[in-house]
């Protein structure tokens, strides 16, 4: 069995979990607003390091991971931290890793939740290679006062048009950290997305 490079967890597990944990916060409640997510050692390969602090600050022996790449030494490594299973399938996962976005399957894929549990889904955290670059979107609601523009690059040419049925059923959908190095960009299911108007 492949060693696991105890070195890529937290130096300080309690204080590096808080701090990504409070990063996902802001996040989530300032969508669109870049947060900066710091992982104190190396993050195993294939991991950013936004993406790897967030594994470690949110994950247990209850929430289960969908790895779109599945890779044993990433699955070996989360689990010695912090106890995550895998999922054999997305809509089974807690949460799921998008290393490929423009790869990555439909958001309907993933559990949305239910009407009278809708904190039951599934949350993406999907890697991108940049947060600016991207197609200019109109970002509106709850946490954001009149508009954000934003402009994640990286996605699939699709990803936006399966972002307008996510919302569809609310209070159900799922939610959205975008994580580019050590930012991360909040998109929660109370977020509507449009394309800019032209000029």
Do not use: K, Y
Request: with cysteine; charged share 15%; aromatic share 8%.
């Amino acid at each position: 069995m492949s060693a696991v490079p105890v070195a890529s967890g937290f130096a300080e597990p309690v204080a590096g979990a808080q701090r990504a944990f409070r990063a996902l916060l802001q996040a989530l409640a300032r969508p669109g607003t870049p947060q900066h997510v710091a992982h104190d050692a190396a993050p195993p390969p294939g991991l950013m390091p936004a993406t790897a602090a967030l594994l470690l600050a949110l994950t247990d022996e209850e929430t289960a991971i969908w790895w779109q790449r599945p890779d044993m030494q990433l699955a070996q490594w989360l689990r010695f931290f912090t106890g995550a299973p895998s999922a054999a399938q997305a809509e089974q996962a807690a949460f799921a890793v998008v290393t490929a976005a423009t790869a990555m399957p439909n958001l309907d894929c993933f559990a949305p939740g239910s009407a009278t549990a809708p904190e039951f889904s599934t949350t993406l955290l999907i890697q991108v290679p940049s947060l600016t670059g991207g197609t200019a979107l109109e970002w509106r609601g709850p946490g954001i006062r009149d508009l954000h523009r934003v402009a994640i690059d990286g996605l699939p040419a699709l990803f936006w048009a399966w972002w307008q049925s996510n919302g569809t059923a609310f209070p159900q959908g799922v939610d959205v950290v975008f994580a580019a190095g050590t930012q991360i960009v909040g998109l929660p299911r109370t977020t509507r997305v449009r394309r800019l108007e032209p000029v």
